[in-house]
Structure formats: structure tokens, C-alpha cells
């Protein structure tokens, strides 16, 4: 399956705007009489295409373990349910190969038009429209090119009569994601079906588009890394189209538009392989696990030079270091020359929130929101989202942004979840106020502080991070700094460092937490010099079921930091020699 549909068909689309009039005249003889003239040029397109050579094939995979069972015929389409509107099942029967596979994806697609080929409001949903198009458009070359002309006419007119109506709905799309979705899927039908069309006015749109939806740096608005992946396929989908399209046109702005596309492509691969670990895996911060695995690998496969990693995304605001087999990554919270979030986005309570990995192994995580969790466990789903849920710290269980829609029941919650901040007079949304990233004597250093307490407490919260040539060191501090505001007097901060499940941690003492890897790869030593440490239980979600875990809790007081004006908390990683590790 196409991971873009993947990532679409796991939740409904958003709800849209049309008016009831319109319903009403789009399920009236008006739509017979838009299929009677389709139908003409379904025949026509068939011919067509028997005739040339239609240079497309489809550049992604699918899932043959899915295919399996649509392929031998077991699996009812009407079960997969959402899926099967979106017609992303073709790629994983196309990848688990076979005639019968053909066969019943005809037969599929030809019953999908007979109970939904007229128009309903649900199931022709602009977002919808878009993802069946490319669906049927790019792996056309597998199941209708050796169908016969009369099957090949009732799915192009389909295709025909979908596009149509994508191309009136696209006004009443208000989410600029949606519309790069919608422009997708019209682009690549134009490079199917009329290449020498003219797209001047759409490519403009495209462009327009993007300029509102990427940063400079090439960080999606949102800072959201599934909504930047999925981002990141359109542009690939819209480069395709281009190329095809180039081969009949010969202008100089498509030319101009590839370039474009290609440098856009290459500023948002190396952001997206800036969120990987040492697994090859997402973050799990920032919606990082709604971004399904092999999506990132298809994608970020094909976007610009694969060494090329960005370190530091000053707009974005994430800044990475590696050395060694180490790796860590640090999200600073928006700054404020960039663009903040867009306007449907969360707000970013994980300001100065770190993970860090070491070979393959994630040591630090984040707890991890998953979209899958909203319908399993409701109450875990925004706790998930919190600053407690991150590797970061938090001051009196408060978050650093203000978290929107949580529930009462998120306000009772323990420890992980924070004290809700959603009834303060005004929304608070953590920002950059420092950030510094560069070599240091023996390693690489990275600085952000950010403003999320300001306005609570007058205080700002500077986290620093060194990481040692070599990567067998990783040391933080964290500080806490009055600003002189007016503002309550905070009691505590804490500092969580969530451990990833596999990772086992005893306390040898009350300055020392030994960390044991799995399988024979070499234990880690946690140290700190200041505050109370203890170790405890800790929850995170892995496609987006709860998970136990661990974590390292450090507590600082701060009922003098007025007095004193800035507080710090000094911490490290250590890797140790396997001689080193002796049994708890």
C-alpha cells in the first residue's frame, strides 16, 4: 500500500463544507448525465491507451503480507471499510503478485463503483477523491492494462467523473495539507490522461501552497514529522507527474518547476533524516510514531543525497548530534523569526525534550503519542502529548505549552501527565529564546532554552548538551533562570528521562542508575550531582498500544531560586567497559 494512503486511510477525513442544494442536484439526474458524457471519454481514454505507450508506473510498494488475503479472495473488501474507499489495497495485491490477484482487483474496483460509483457525500470526500485517484492512476499499468476494453471503460470513466468532482471541491478545502493532497492527485491525473494540458495556473497553486506549508529550512509549519512525511510524498508524487508531463510539454517552467521541486525535496529529506536514531526509525516526539516505518524509508530513499543529514534546523527547531554510534536529538520549540505552528496544529509541550539512542538500541524516548491511542485509550492519548511524557523537565507537573482539550480525567491523572494548564487566561505556546549549536573541545555542544514558564513563574528553562567525540559520553545540564517577573513562586522542577522498554535500570546508589542494554551490547552508567534521584515505573506507547517502562526521575527544589536567580542540575551518560559491570 502506499505509505501516503496508509497514513490517510487511518483516520476519516476531516469534515467539509457543501451545501445542501448541492447534495441534492449532485444525486439528481445531473450526475446521470455527467456519467453518460464521461463515459464517452472513458471510451476514448481506453483507445487511447491501447494505442500509446502511457509512461507511468508506480514508483511505491505495498504490503504483501496484506495483499494476501484480498489476493486469494478471503477477505471481503466491505471489511477493511475505510480502505476500501481509499482504494490503497491495489499495491498490497499488486505486491503479493499473482493472476488472481488481477482478477479480484478488477472485480474490487468494479464492485466499489457499482454501490458507490454515484455521488455521496462521505465516500467522495475531496481527500478521498485524491487518494483513489493516484490509487488507480499508478498501478494502472497492473491491473487494467490487460483488463478487458469494457472493464477499462467503467473504471476510466470513474476516474474521469472523480476527477471531475475533485477539481470543483477543491475550493472547499481550508487546509493547506489537504490541498497539496488534492493537487497531487489532480497533477498526476493530467500527466495520465492530457499531459499537454495546460498547468500554469496549477503549478502556481502548488507553489503557493508550499511556501505557506514549509519553513525555509525545509521543516514542515506544523513541525509535525508525520505531517512533514506525508508532505514530503506529495512533492515526490508531483515531481513524477512532472516528468511525465515534461515529455510532451518542452517549456521552460516545468523544467524550472522540477528544479524547484528537487531542491524543496532535498531540504525536507535531510530534516527527515535528521529524526531518525540509531535504528533508522522516527522519533517519537512530534507524532514521529503516527509516521508509519516503511514510509520513511521509501521516502527519504528518494529525497536528495542519502548522507545528507541536517544538524540543525534553526526555523524548525531540532538540532542533532551523532558521534560515534551515539546519537541524539533535541527539540528546541518553535523560535520566533520562523513560523510558529499552523493554525490546526498542537501546541509543543516537549520544549529542550531530548532521545537518544546508541547502535541500534533507543536508550531515551519519548512516551510517544499515536493517533491509534485516541480510540484505545482515550485518557492515555493526551498525557502522551504532555511535557511529563517527554525527556525534558517540566516545573509544579505544569506543561510547557498550554495543551488544549484535555480531559478531566487528564487532570487527575498521575505524575506523567502534568498539572492540566488549559484553564489559564491566555494560551501559552513554549518558544526558542536561545539556541546555539557547534563543535566543542572533545565533542559537540547544542543550547536551547525556551519561555514556557515565563509568564507563570519568570522563569526560563536553558538545557545544554554535550556529546563526546566518540559518542560514549553524553553530559546535560539543565538550568533554571528568574527573570525577574512578576509571577507564582514554583515549588519543584522535575527532570524525566523515560528509558525505552528494553532498557533495565537499577539504582546502585543515590547518585548512580545502572542502565543494562539488551542482548551483548555494553552497558550504560546515569549520574548526577544535584537533586533527589529515583527510579520509576513509566509508561509509553509502541504502535500505539501502552507499553510498560522505566524512568529516571530528578527533583529539584526551587523555593530559593528567586533568591538565587538561576539553579542548575548537572547529568550524565556514561558508557561502560564491559569490565566495568558488575551484577546488582
Request: proline share 4%.
Amino acid at each position: 500500500m502506499t505509505k501516503l494512503n496508509m497514513i490517510n486511510s487511518q483516520s476519516p477525513p476531516k469534515e467539509w463544507s457543501i451545501s445542501l442544494f448541492t447534495q441534492i442536484i449532485r444525486r439528481s439526474q445531473f450526475f446521470r448525465w455527467h456519467y453518460r458524457k464521461a463515459a464517452k471519454s472513458g471510451k476514448a481514454l481506453s483507445q487511447h491507451i491501447a494505442s500509446h505507450n502511457i509512461p507511468i508506473t508506480d514508483p511505491w510498494k505495498g504490503d504483501a503480507n496484506k495483499g494476501q488475503p484480498l489476493a486469494t479472495g478471503i477477505t471481503p473488501l466491505i471489511m477493511l471499510e475505510q480502505r476500501w474507499h481509499d482504494f490503497a489495497w491495489l499495491r498490497d495485491m499488486r505486491e503479493y503478485g499473482g493472476q488472481n490477484a488481477r482478477t479480484y482487483a478488477r472485480r474490487y474496483l468494479l464492485d466499489w463503483i457499482m454501490q458507490h460509483g454515484i455521488w455521496e457525500k462521505a465516500t467522495w470526500h475531496p481527500i478521498r477523491l485524491a487518494q483513489r485517484i493516484r490509487s488507480l492512476i499508478l498501478t494502472w499499468s497492473w491491473y487494467g492494462q490487460s483488463a478487458p476494453e469494457s472493464q477499462q471503460i467503467q473504471i476510466l470513466t470513474s476516474l474521469i467523473i472523480q476527477s471531475g468532482f475533485l477539481q470543483k471541491d477543491l475550493s472547499r478545502l481550508t487546509d493547506n495539507d489537504d490541498r497539496l493532497n488534492a493537487y497531487s492527485a489532480i497533477l498526476m491525473d493530467i500527466a495520465f490522461r492530457q499531459p499537454d494540458a495546460d498547468i500554469s495556473t496549477l503549478t502556481s497553486k502548488i507553489f503557493a501552497t508550499l511556501d505557506e506549508l514549509l519553513m525555509e529550512d525545509g521543516c514542515h509549519v506544523s513541525r509535525r514529522i508525520d505531517k512533514h512525511m506525508t508532505c514530503l510524498g506529495f512533492l515526490h508524487d508531483m515531481r513524477y507527474a512532472l516528468a511525465i508531463i515534461q515529455k510532451t510539454q518542452t517549456e521552460a517552467d516545468i523544467t524550472d518547476h522540477l528544479a524547484r521541486l528537487d531542491q524543496q525535496i532535498a531540504m525536507m529529506g535531510a530534516i527527515g533524516r535528521m529524526w531518525r536514531l540509531g535504528d533508522n526509525a522516527l522519533l517519537a516526539m512530534r507524532h514521529g510514531m503516527d509516521a508509519p516505518p516503511i514510509l520513511t524509508e521509501l521516502v527519504l530513499d528518494k529525497s536528495g543525497p542519502r548522507g545528507k543529514i541536517c544538524q540543525h534546523a534553526t526555523q524548525g527547531g531540532f538540532m542533532r548530534m551523532a558521534s560515534g554510534r551515539s546519537v541524539v536529538v533535541m527539540n528546541t520549540a518553535p523560535t520566533r523569526n520562523g513560523n510558529l505552528l499552523s493554525p490546526d496544529a498542537d501546541a509543543d509541550a516537549a520544549a529542550n525534550a531530548i532521545e537518544f539512542s546508541f547502535q541500534k538500541q533507543r536508550i531515551l524516548i519519548s512516551s510517544g503519542y499515536h493517533h491509534d491511542l485516541m480510540a484505545s485509550h482515550p485518557h492515555l492519548a493526551d498525557l502522551m502529548k504532555g511535557t511529563s511524557a517527554h525527556s525534558t523537565l517540566s516545573i509544579d507537573m505544569i506543561n510547557s505549552s498550554q495543551i488544549t482539550e484535555l480531559t478531566s480525567s487528564t487532570m487527575r491523572a498521575p505524575a506523567m501527565a502534568g498539572r492540566n494548564s488549559g484553564h489559564m487566561r491566555a494560551p501559552r505556546q513554549a518558544i526558542a529564546t536561545k539556541i546555539d549549536y557547534g563543535p566543542a573541545s572533545g565533542g559537540s555542544l547544542a543550547v536551547a532554552e525556551h519561555n514556557g514558564y515565563q509568564s507563570l513563574f519568570g522563569a526560563l528553562h536553558e538545557r545544554k548538551l554535550y556529546l563526546a567525540t566518540g559518542g560514549h559520553i553524553l553530559k546535560g545540564q539543565d538550568i533554571i533562570r528568574y527573570t525577574g517577573d512578576p509571577g507564582n513562586i514554583p515549588s519543584e522542577a522535575i527532570i524525566r528521562f523515560h528509558l525505552h522498554p528494553r532498557i533495565h535500570a537499577s539504582q546502585t546508589n543515590n547518585r548512580t542508575i545502572l542502565l543494562k542494554l539488551p542482548a551483548n551490547m555494553p552497558s550504560w552508567k546515569f549520574i548526577c550531582s544535584e537533586g533527589h534521584i529515583s527510579l520509576e515505573d513509566s509508561i509509553t506507547a509502541i504502535n500505539g498500544h501502552p507499553q510498560r517502562c522505566q524512568q529516571i526521575v530528578i527533583s529539584v527544589a526551587l523555593s530559593e531560586l528567586r533568591e538565587h536567580m538561576k539553579l542548575e542540575t548537572s547529568w550524565g551518560f556514561v558508557k561502560l567497559a564491559r569490565k566495568q559491570v558488575k551484577p546488582v
